[in-house]
């Protein structure tokens, strides 16, 4: 039996996995989307979200089957939980990724955001995608350094996130309504996909270490 639970709790790990690459695949096309105002990439990102929210139904299914027929109890139990709490969150990053994909889908041609902006966008996109890219080897081997790592990628992520908002506070700033709006819920969305990112770096922390990093540490 205990072999038996131990490949469970592999399969748990192999399709945690599984759904990040899904994400980072996700989060690769929605900001080249965004970018370039590409709506057939932005079309595709949409309905590829159907397989993030089905892959991690089907983790969850698993996990809560394993949690009633094992009835794991210390380490196991955490790690079972944490992969229900760190499955919720992939399934958040995909969200975001679909809603940068529906800007670039609604301001088709245009691009989303004034050009003063495009720069920004372009360095917060790539630090998504290397945060996702960080995130899927994570969970793959569960080594500390990647998730101090992808914590200090988060910080760059939230720099620029206020930069947005200082940028279309400020006095110098000349778009219209629309571009104020787009501006900062595209800027929320990045930096909402990063910190769902580093929730989980930190379950991963703390199931390798024991140790529990504080929220503002």
């Given at each position: 039996?205990?072999?038996?639970?131990?490949?469970?709790?592999?399969?748990?790990?192999?399709r945690?996995?599984?759904i990040?690459?899904?994400?980072?695949?996700?989060?690769?096309?929605?900001?080249q989307?965004?970018?370039?105002?590409?709506?057939?990439?932005?079309?595709?990102?949409?309905?590829?979200?159907?397989?993030?929210d089905?892959?991690?139904?089907?983790?969850?299914?698993?996990?809560?089957?394993?949690?009633?027929?094992?009835?794991?109890?210390?380490?196991?139990?955490?790690?079972?939980?944490?992969?229900?709490?760190?499955?919720?969150?992939?399934?958040?990053?995909?969200?975001?990724?679909t809603?940068?994909?529906?800007?670039?889908?609604y301001?088709?041609p245009?691009?989303?955001?004034?050009?003063?902006?495009?720069?920004?966008?372009?360095?917060?996109?790539r630090?998504?995608?290397?945060?996702?890219?960080?995130?899927?080897?994570?969970?793959r081997?569960?080594?500390?350094?990647?998730?101090?790592?992808?914590?200090?990628?988060?910080?760059?992520v939230?720099?620029?996130?206020?930069?947005?908002?200082?940028?279309?506070?400020?006095?110098?700033?000349?778009?219209?309504?629309?571009?104020?709006?787009?501006?900062?819920?595209?800027?929320?969305?990045?930096?909402?996909?990063?910190?769902?990112?580093?929730s989980i770096?930190?379950?991963?922390?703390?199931?390798?270490?024991?140790?529990?990093?504080?929220?503002?540490?």
């Amino acid at each position: 039996m205990r072999e038996v639970f131990q490949q469970e709790l592999r399969e748990v790990q192999d399709r945690l996995v599984e759904i990040a690459s899904l994400v980072t695949e996700s989060i690769e096309k929605a900001t080249q989307a965004f970018n370039e105002s590409n709506v057939t990439l932005a079309e595709t990102v949409i309905a590829d979200d159907d397989k993030i929210d089905a892959a991690a139904y089907e983790l969850d299914e698993l996990a809560i089957q394993i949690l009633a027929r094992q009835q794991p109890v210390a380490r196991d139990l955490r790690i079972v939980v944490s992969a229900l709490r760190i499955s919720a969150s992939l399934e958040r990053m995909g969200d975001m990724s679909t809603h940068i994909s529906q800007l670039a889908r609604y301001r088709f041609p245009e691009k989303v955001v004034p050009k003063k902006l495009r720069p920004t966008f372009v360095e917060m996109g790539r630090l998504d995608v290397e945060i996702a890219r960080m995130l899927t080897e994570l969970l793959r081997t569960q080594d500390t350094a990647i998730a101090e790592a992808i914590r200090n990628e988060d910080d760059k992520v939230d720099a620029l996130h206020l930069s947005v908002f200082d940028t279309v506070l400020g006095e110098s700033w000349k778009g219209e309504a629309v571009d104020t709006v787009d501006s900062t819920l595209a800027s929320r969305y990045h930096e909402r996909f990063a910190d769902h990112a580093v929730s989980i770096a930190k379950k991963v922390q703390y199931l390798a270490t024991g140790d529990w990093i504080p929220s503002d540490s």
